[in-house]
């Protein structure tokens, strides 16, 4: 097991100034944002920076407050619970495995916004492991 100390401390107090950010984010399904992760338990995916933040993928928003994510990571992994994906010449992977609900409070900022074509094969690997 992973054996770094994690910032629990810093990660809370940030978690509380998310939580009291106003709501005034336009999102839909098939973007890529940077969104607030936070420190983890176990091996969950965690978020990087000041923000602790990690670049996710909206599959599925429920409404203006609420939406099901996908992180993604820049490591190249290739197995069964990752999609491979290209950006900008650059190689990443959506963890199909850590499938999420998050509030939008979390968004930071939008990256792009990924394919119909590209985003069925992920609803459709999503959907084989129900």
Do not use: C
Request: hydrophobic content about 40%; proline content about 2%.
């Amino acid at each position: 097991m992973n054996k770094e100390i994690k910032n629990f401390f810093d990660w809370t107090k940030k978690k509380i100034r998310l939580h009291f950010k106003p709501l005034a984010v336009y999102f839909h399904n098939r973007e890529v944002w940077w969104a607030s992760l936070g420190v983890n338990i176990g091996y969950e995916q965690d978020g990087k920076n000041e923000e602790f933040e990690r670049p996710i993928l909206i599959l599925k928003k429920f409404n203006k407050d609420m939406l099901w994510i996908l992180p993604m990571t820049s490591q190249n992994r290739s197995n069964e619970f990752y999609h491979q994906v290209e950006y900008q010449n650059q190689k990443y992977a959506v963890i199909l495995s850590q499938l999420r609900l998050i509030s939008s409070k979390r968004l930071l900022r939008k990256i792009r916004t990924i394919s119909k074509g590209e985003f069925k094969e992920i609803k459709e690997k999503i959907k084989s492991f129900l």
